[in-house]
């Protein structure tokens, strides 16, 4: 238990839906990221969201649309997506100026058919 | 960020010491060594960093050598639940956030 739950852990969804992933900490958090794994590649940083302000955008496709209303919760908004966009998706937290130190939840298994 | 270079697959027996390596020769003098441990199918797990000095914790110990041209992550006494994907990341502290870009990582295998 890292204190960094992610919810759905599973998600089959088909091209034309539009779902959410949704993470949440209770670390005293202030930077909160999303990273996204596919099979037999290494973790994809996504997106960066330091004091609830996005401060970094890895060229991801527009069909991924993150939004982080406050310190303690990150969404991942999910719509027309492709098959090769099934992958785990990875949510982490930590504290600006701390030791460095990156808490991850456990993922959303995505699947889209 | 400085790149690493680190084996892609490693085993060792339970019991034994895991000794895995990193080179990372273009480190610059504020970057840090970190390294994350993923086990199948769950979130990264941090295990340790450190700058220049030999660092230990409950986890593992990190040793760095005089150059920081490359560094050693030692699990004194593995076992079964140490299996996993170990990365090995150099990064600076003076980003305000800790994005860090993951390696392909190495591979080790507990043997029973």
């Known amino acids: 238990e890292t204190g960094v739950t992610q919810t759905p852990r599973h998600l089959v969804m088909g091209m034309t839906n539009k779902k959410s992933l949704k993470c949440e900490q209770h670390?005293?958090?202030?930077?909160m990221y999303w990273y996204k794994q596919s099979a037999k590649k290494p973790l994809e940083l996504m997106f960066v969201?330091?004091?609830?302000?996005?401060?970094e955008n890895n060229s991801v496709p527009s069909r991924f649309s993150p939004e982080c209303p406050n310190s303690s919760h990150l969404f991942l908004h999910l719509h027309t997506l492709q098959p090769e966009d099934s992958a785990l998706y990875l949510c982490?937290?930590?504290?600006?100026?701390?030791?460095?130190?990156?808490?991850f939840g456990e993922g959303s298994r995505l699947t889209v058919l | 960020d400085a790149k690493t270079t680190q084996p892609p697959s490693m085993d060792c027996a339970e019991g034994r010491a895991a000794n895995l390596p990193c080179n990372h020769s273009?480190?610059?003098?504020?970057?840090?060594v970190y390294w994350y441990r993923q086990i199948h199918s769950q979130g990264p797990q941090y295990i340790i960093h450190?700058?220049?000095n030999n660092e230990t914790n409950e986890m593992a110990s990190l040793i760095i050598t005089e150059d920081r041209k490359s560094s050693t992550l030692i699990l004194p006494h593995a076992t079964l639940r140490d299996t996993a994907v170990y990365y090995c990341?150099?990064?600076?502290?003076?980003?305000?956030?800790?994005?860090?870009?993951f390696g392909s990582g190495t591979r080790l295998l507990v043997r029973p």
């Open positions: 450190g700058l220049k």
């Open positions: 670390l005293g958090h202030n930077a």
């Open positions: 969201y330091s004091l609830e302000e996005r401060v």
């Open positions: 982490a937290s930590s504290l600006l100026g701390g030791a460095g130190e990156l808490f």
């Open positions: 273009t480190i610059s003098g504020n970057e840090y």
């Open positions: 990341i150099v990064k600076s502290k003076v980003d305000s956030s800790y994005k860090l870009i």
